[in-house]
């Protein structure tokens, strides 16, 4: 029996909303990050793209519902390598032990980034650099983010259809007020391109967080669906499967 990618986008996004049935009501060790994005990429003919996002995550694994964030951006190819971004978002968390009494945190953000590609044989480098603009719950805040990716492709030297793929990352996050380190996110997984719309990646998740009066750091399984949108007569260029986040 095959399943085919529609069928699943919607099982993960059964499994990451489903979160009400809950386990003991406490901090669990392992969460889930569920992302599901949608991506209009650039190439050699059209400079301009976009993409959009949505988020959940569960204090235990698939229950205990308590963050979403849903996004959207604007794209400009500066060339094959270099990509200029703007983007905003709308980000929530809940207390997972009472979801009905509303967001605890609300936070809309606004940033500009540039994503520089390098494609080395089998291996494919993201570097991505962001400056961020931060209402949470009406505070501002800035903050300065850098992340490094890594594609390798295990069965093509691209990653194309019906490709396996290992994705690894690195990202740290600093903000303009001391402490000045705030976080730090690593994470690995295995991913497979169906076509040349669908991939889907599966693997884990750690987020570390600092601040002058409190330490904390938690893994999650992550999963994360992307649908890539092919515009007619475009000329196709390789794209690593990053996620926007």
């Not at 540039?114 to 480098?125: A, V």
């Not at 705030?182 to 991913?191: D, H, T, V």
């Not at 007619?232 to 986040?245: I, W």
Request: net charge positive.
């Amino acid at each position: 029996m095959t399943i085919k990618p529609v069928s699943f986008t919607a099982l993960v996004f059964f499994l990451l909303t489903i979160c009400s049935i809950t386990v003991k009501a406490q901090d669990s060790k392992v969460g889930t990050w569920g992302i599901v994005t949608v991506v209009l990429p650039g190439d050699s003919t059209h400079k301009w793209g976009g993409y959009t996002e949505f988020q959940t995550r569960t204090n235990n694994v698939f229950s205990q519902f308590q963050y979403y964030e849903a996004k959207a951006g604007i794209s400009y190819d500066i060339d094959k390598n270099f990509t200029a971004l703007l983007g905003t978002g709308h980000y929530s968390t809940f207390d997972y032990m009472d979801v009905g009494k509303g967001p605890t945190i609300n936070e809309t953000r606004f940033w500009e980034q540039i994503t520089s590609n390098q494609f080395l044989y089998r291996i494919k480098l993201e570097h991505r650099y962001r400056v961020e603009q931060r209402w949470v719950n009406g505070d501002y805040r800035n903050r300065f983010r850098y992340r490094l990716n890594v594609f390798v492709p295990l069965n093509n030297t691209k990653i194309v259809a019906k490709t396996w793929f290992i994705s690894a990352f690195d990202e740290v996050f600093l903000n303009n007020k001391v402490p000045n380190f705030e976080r730090n996110r690593i994470s690995a997984a295995l991913g497979y391109q169906f076509d040349k719309s669908w991939i889907l990646q599966a693997g884990w998740i750690n987020q570390y967080n600092y601040s002058a009066t409190a330490k904390s750091d938690k893994d999650n399984i992550m999963l994360i669906l992307m649908y890539r949108i092919q515009r007619k007569n475009a000329v196709q260029r390789e794209h690593v499967p990053t996620t926007s986040d």
